[in-house]
């Protein structure tokens, strides 16, 4: 698409509209499946998350707007001045782009596997062996939990899953054409897996599950005599936002349940098929789907949901994945002696994923059996399939703490997971708290009070990220131990709210949304202006993961109309237009996608020469200023402010997977004088150092 027209189209000015921003967000994450200093695995598993993305994207924000677009101008206003027709058609045109891109880009790396010696066969080209293994697998494997559908016009339309892929089927009889139907198989993928490997001869042969299935067509359908058969991939996006129902009569958790239900049956707002498809099937689906103006439709490839890359099986020999970059052991912590005496002394850091997550488990498990330890506080958004920090806390309830936990439900796509553990954690006479009507809790947080000899002790552990074992070795998060009773006090304070929620804490030293966060936000940046206006040190420099809210960038854009260096390190959305003159000449920002999600929220402000810092659960949109209750923790420790500030300066001297943020140059690599630095793998060696300057070893 013209870069001239999409700029005029939207009006573009002041903001870049967020969804746009993601969309060139996620063209970052196909930019690792193009970029051959990636192993060849990791490039394929990057389109996998591409795709992965991009079903997400449709089933919230897009959803979202189609929504939005019946309320006409208030939409707009709320879309940030831009019509949500002119925005759907728009999201429309770039991610079926980027789709064909996806596409060219994953037919390039099956050829670059081709040549390393691994085959991805199909139907059309089995040798006699590879024939025989096949319809023994489906037989054996597969057969018995195929679904097979004959469509009848007479009978009501099945009912698509969003989160399965299938093959529309043309049955056309050979001699009589009023005899032809059609039929809809879906992929069992959650049984044998998307990929299926076939004997080695030489090589390595794996076929996709869908073409299984189309070889076995003649044998789905064996009472159908005469028949030629043929199957198409097609996938459907639903709506996911949930309905929460008003009846006072249901409990919280019964209104999640039945809004987990009516996602089933959401509206559907892209539909993405083959596009070899038949004219006649396609018109006949998307008749029978009743699919409207506004649904995205999509003709792609043979193969949809590719997402299921990310499962691409590894393939040893041909050392195509990354090098492992095992997390390191803390300098001040040893998993054999206790982490709550290090941290009664002093505040401890941990890098994720960097450092071992395997010490906030500790520190839970310590606290469990610990006999002074009367109180267990923690908040809980996503877990693990297998989480050890439930089995933490629940060990701790069966030794006679008293345990409450704060677990929201609305945590998008968990909410099953997070029903399932809410009736575990209440089998274990554990106090459940479903957190604050009408807000998301999304910070997170641990409060441990400790009595001895009448005197009570209280330590607190501050994350950005989940308290997830499974996403703490990809996502980089930082997370705060500290018996600082500033902290810990209004900690404490905090997890008094979520119980009585009708009362409104003032906090000395943390920031929470949604009361404080924007007001303190705008007092520290106010702080720079004065500063840079005084001619005195005035500097912002900011790690977040999304910058959308406009209020928040029109402060920046004041800011730095004032003077003040402004230095953001934005991952996905980023709204604000940088450097433009007498705007934000000012401000500069970068993202970083690499083999780790950069996850981390910080903020530093100049301060006149004594910097402030901060971590938190939030980033700078308007959910999470104002609908969310968030965390935002100030660092005291200089040893550890000096830590945050080395990591940042790491990640702005990168020059090998920093692309600057920019409306009129879309995801354009940062290109810095010097030697090559990749920040990730550089951060690894700072740690590294860190832990052999004191003398320890890796985890």
């Known amino acids: 698409m013209n870069k001239k027209k999409k700029k005029d189209s939207l009006h573009i000015d002041r903001y870049i509209p967020r969804d746009v921003s993601w969309l060139y967000f996620n063209a970052r994450v196909l930019q690792e499946a193009a970029d051959p200093s990636v192993p060849l695995i990791e490039r394929l598993r990057f389109v996998g998350i591409f795709s992965n993305n991009l079903d997400e994207f449709f089933r919230v924000r897009y959803a979202t707007i189609k929504r939005m677009s019946l309320f006409g101008k208030k939409a707009s206003r709320e879309l940030g001045g831009f019509p949500p027709d002119k925005l759907l058609h728009t999201i429309s045109q770039i991610a079926n782009e980027q789709q ?13 596997l081709e040549k390393k010696g691994v085959s991805l066969v199909n139907e059309k080209n089995l040798t006699a062996g590879q024939r025989e293994f096949v319809r023994q697998f489906f037989i054996d494997k597969v057969s018995p939990a195929v679904f097979t559908l004959i469509l009848n016009p007479k009978r009501a339309f099945p009912q698509l899953t969003d989160k399965s892929i299938y093959l529309a089927i043309k049955a056309e009889n050979l001699t009589d054409a009023t005899k032809n139907f059609y039929g809809l198989i879906e992929l069992p993928t959650d049984y044998v897996g998307r990929f299926v490997e076939l004997p080695k001869y030489g090589r390595r042969y794996f076929i996709f599950l869908d073409d299984l299935i189309r070889y076995n067509l003649n044998y789905i359908f064996f009472i159908f005599k005469n028949y030629k058969f043929e199957a198409y991939t097609i996938k459907i996006t639903r709506d996911a936002e949930l309905d929460i129902e008003n009846d006072i009569s249901k409990s919280f958790i019964d209104k999640v349940s039945q809004s987990l239900e009516n996602r089933k049956t959401g509206d559907p707002v892209r539909f993405v098929y083959d596009r070899e498809i038949p004219s006649d099937l396609l018109t006949y689906l998307m008749s029978r789907m009743q699919l409207d103006n506004y649904d995205s439709l999509a003709s792609g490839g043979r193969y949809h949901n590719k997402k299921d890359l990310i499962k691409f099986p590894s393939i040893e020999e041909l050392q195509a994945e990354y090098e492992p970059l095992p997390p390191l052991n803390h300098p001040d912590l040893d998993l054999n002696k206790s982490i709550m ?119 607190a552990i501050v994350s950005t990220g989940n308290f997830n074992e499974s996403t703490a070795r990809i996502y980089t998060d930082y997370v705060l131990m500290t018996a600082d009773n500033r902290i810990t006090r209004d900690i404490s304070r905090i997890f008094e709210f979520f119980k009585t929620n009708y009362k409104v804490f003032h906090y000395q030293h943390l920031i929470v949304s949604p009361h404080y966060q924007r007001l303190k936000i705008n007092e520290l940046i106010d702080t720079e202006i004065k500063n840079a206006k005084a001619g005195k040190e005035a500097y912002i420099f900011w790690k977040i993961n999304s910058l959308s809210d406009t209020g928040i960038i029109e402060k920046l854009y004041q800011a730095s109309q004032a003077g003040v260096s402004i230095k953001l390190i934005v991952r996905g959305i980023c709204s604000i237009v940088t450097s433009k003159p007498g705007l934000s000449e000012n401000i500069e920002a970068i993202s970083i996608v690499d083999r780790f999600l950069e996850h981390s929220r910080v903020f530093i402000f100049g301060n006149a020469g004594e910097p402030k810092y901060y971590i938190s659960s939030a980033d700078m949109m308007t959910r999470n200023l104002e609908y969310r209750v968030e965390v935002t923790c100030p660092i005291y420790d200089k040893r550890i402010q000096k830590e945050i500030k080395d990591h940042l300066d790491i990640l702005w001297k990168d020059n090998c997977k920093a692309r600057i943020h920019s409306w009129e140059v879309k995801n354009a690599y940062r290109k810095l004088p010097g030697p090559k630095i990749r920040a990730q793998i550089e951060l690894y060696e700072y740690v590294k150092k860190q832990l052999k300057k004191a003398g320890g070893r890796q985890v």
């Open 341 to 459: 005496d290090v941290v009664s002394k002093k505040d401890i850091l941990l890098f994720l994923p960097y450092h071992s997550f395997s010490f906030v488990i500790r520190m839970l498990r310590e606290a469990a059996i610990d006999p002074d330890v009367t109180t267990i506080q923690i908040t809980l958004y996503r877990l693990a399939e297998k989480s050890r920090i439930i089995s933490a806390i629940k060990n701790a309830a069966r030794n006679g703490k008293k345990v409450i936990v704060v677990i929201e439900l609305q945590a998008r796509f968990d909410e099953e997971a997070n029903i399932r553990w809410t009736e575990e954690l209440k089998n274990e006479d554990i106090e459940v708290v479903f957190g604050v009507t009408g807000l998301k809790v999304h910070s997170k947080l641990v409060h441990i009070t400790k009595i001895r000899d009448d005197k009570k002790q209280e330590f």
């Open 100 to 112: 064909q891109e996806a596409e060219a880009m994953y037919e390039k790396l099956i050829e670059e």
